[in-house]
């Protein structure tokens, strides 16, 4: 039997492949026209297919969040992969034996402490690894300031140690904090400069630094300018979710994966229908509890996806979801959401939803679904 | 090389197989004193060798949240099977299949729709399903008033279809939020009662209604008497958790789980550690945020599992963790935690963060490490 919608077992992880391609030719199309390379951030989907589709369409490289998202690339013959985490050293065995099978494979790290350790594991094995210093853009996270002298300090241990500086590479993590225009534009610009600065500092200290990498997606889709920039990395623009929605860089109708759910009961008197989707589909994801819209665990939507205003996920057990109704239930509720009957629902945050899967169906313009694997592993 | 604390790939899911032998043996002593079975709710651990270890001490049957589950279990050679979601439809032929391989696979409604759907499926295949129904014993979830007129009805479209009406079920969800002795056995008493007297409505009408299936680990660990009563679904305590401290029912060194995670970097300046465990090792269960004390996304131990008083897990992106130190960060802290060094963290919520993993790392009385495969599937 053809699977369709209303026999796939739920819950399910859709992809609206027709979203997913225009998300992808959007972010291609203003990385093109800002003069950079697109390095997409392949933690959002670990999909083989997805990642192929962002290839095809001009990307070039990939980024990971694990050793094992690169190991998983590489197998599937992607041999340009930055590992955006600062580098732990017990990982630099695995990173030379992927260099050494042909993975250009670039690490990072923004501290002596981790300079000294790749330059040890590095000289031990006579690796020049390719190093990236990461930078603190927005102070959300972990990198140095542009200005720090151990940005120089930890530069020379690299090259005194025989390693490869590639370049300096931020995340403005905090654009999902943002929804205005004009504060999202001035965070990129912010991103872009800061990142390049350091860039120059090094420079101007003789270090070569010919890559500057920065990247967010709601950065990437509000920079204006990105003189300096050689690449910009960016993950979850390939679904887009809530939290993007909120942030107010994509519409409701670019959002490509929902989680198919299956009514399982109601609660007539509380005005509640019970689905088979709980955090263990959803992840216990609330981005969007802080933002101006609070959509709890997600919003609902029909089988065909038009969007049921004022319907959410507002509880989630671990198998059960609970959807309520702002303004109240339908007074057929029984009747409109029969026991047996199918929905779909909106995540909060694609990447965390996604990780809850082992695979994705995607659904195609005529409505046919394929099944699409995440990567092995984490 | 075996294997060590020191070794392991990070993160990894440790647990504690002295305190988790302990929360087994504990509760299996309580239900025996009380009079009752205990069936544990298997979708904390998904794990085999939690299962025997929980058989073997006395448990009878299982609990599961999904027909994965129970495939997986009856792959185990365990036959007694209690699937406490209520049915969807579309399940009843995967059951069906179950129960004619020999599982003895118990299911569970609470409404007309899904007794009618059983009936259906059950004249169609000749297949005397064994049914629960489901009691609301706090307005937290799913199930029916002990005394809404629909109980009946449902018993009597089952009957009269030829269904196995086997007893009635229910869960007392909202003792999640409780932490006062006093409330929690309260609670457990009206969890108890008003499952029995659902039991005793349907006897009063001639139905059999052997079972009576009572359960959280709260309540579970709270209760004074459990007369007529006949089994107790408890999950979480086998490895208990952040919320569980929080709600009272175990001490800090009950806390069987944690996730074993790497330095990789500091903001000396905020005073943050960083590490490699994030949302995608903890989950994003911010259970603890609206207890009375809120452990952020876990509370942070040494390496020997040593509590790091005030020490906290605050943030959490993807694979980052930002670890905040209350009252203000120890001034060596790059001394204290150098980039490569190791230390735990305790969850909020142990099922979520199982759920993360494909394995666990147990470790024994005298620190040697096991790996626990967890089920194949959801």
Redesign the interface.
């Known amino acids: 039997m053809t699977p369709s919608l209303l026999?796939l077992d739920?819950p399910a992880a859709l992809i609206d492949e027709t979203r997913m391609t225009r998300n992808i030719q959007l972010m291609q199309a203003r990385m093109d026209a800002l003069g950079v390379r697109l390095r997409p951030h392949v933690?959002t989907s670990k999909s083989e297919a997805v990642m192929r589709r962002q290839l095809d369409a001009g990307a070039e490289g990939v980024t990971v969040?694990?050793l094992q998202e690169a190991e998983a690339c590489f197998a599937l013959g992607i041999t340009d992969v930055l590992y955006a985490?600062?580098?732990?050293?017990?990982r630099l065995e695995q990173v030379r034996a992927l260099r050494r099978r042909g993975c250009r494979l670039g690490i990072l790290?923004?501290?002596l402490?981790?300079a000294r350790?790749i330059v040890e594991a590095g000289q031990r094995h006579a690796e020049a690894f390719d190093v990236w210093l990461e930078i603190?853009c927005d102070?959300h996270?972990?990198g140095l300031q542009p200005d720090d002298p151990k940005l120089l300090q930890i530069a020379e241990v690299l090259r005194a140690g025989g390693m490869t500086l590639v370049g300096v590479l931020t995340h403005a993590?905090s654009s999902y904090e943002l929804h205005e225009a004009a504060a999202l534009q001035a965070l990129a610009e912010q991103e872009r400069a800061l990142c390049v600065a350091a860039a120059e500092q090094l420079r101007a200290q003789g270090f070569a630094c010919p890559q500057v990498s920065i990247g967010s997606t709601p950065t990437a889709l509000s920079a204006r300018d990105l003189t300096g920039v050689t690449e910009v990395r960016a993950g979850v623009y390939v679904f887009q979710d809530l939290v993007m929605l909120n942030v107010g860089i994509c519409r409701a109708d670019d959002l490509a994966l929902s989680v198919l759910t299956?009514?399982?009961?109601?609660?007539p008197e509380?005005g509640w229908v019970?689905v088979?989707a709980g955090?263990?589909a959803l992840?216990?994801?609330?981005g969007t509890q802080r933002q101006h819209r609070d959509f709890g665990y997600g919003q609902v939507c029909d089988l065909d996806g038009t969007w049921l205003e004022g319907a959410l996920l507002s509880?989630a057990?671990?198998?059960?979801g609970?959807i309520s109704f702002a303004g109240g239930a339908p007074a057929d509720l029984?009747q409109r959401f029969?026991?047996?009957s199918r929905l779909r629902v909106l995540p909060n945050?694609a990447?965390?939803t996604g990780?809850?899967f082992?695979h994705y169906h995607a659904v195609d313009a005529t409505g046919a679904l394929t099944a699409w694997s995440r990567l092995h592993?984490?």
Request: hydrophobic share 30%; proline share 4%.
């Open positions: 026999t739920t933690k969040s694990t985490v600062a580098i732990a050293p017990a790290t923004d501290s402490a981790g350790a603190d102070g996270r972990a993590g299956t009514v399982i009961g109601h609660q509380k019970l088979d955090w263990m992840s216990r994801d609330r509880g057990n671990q198998e059960h609970m029984e029969p026991v047996g945050h990447c965390a990780g809850q082992d592993g984490r």
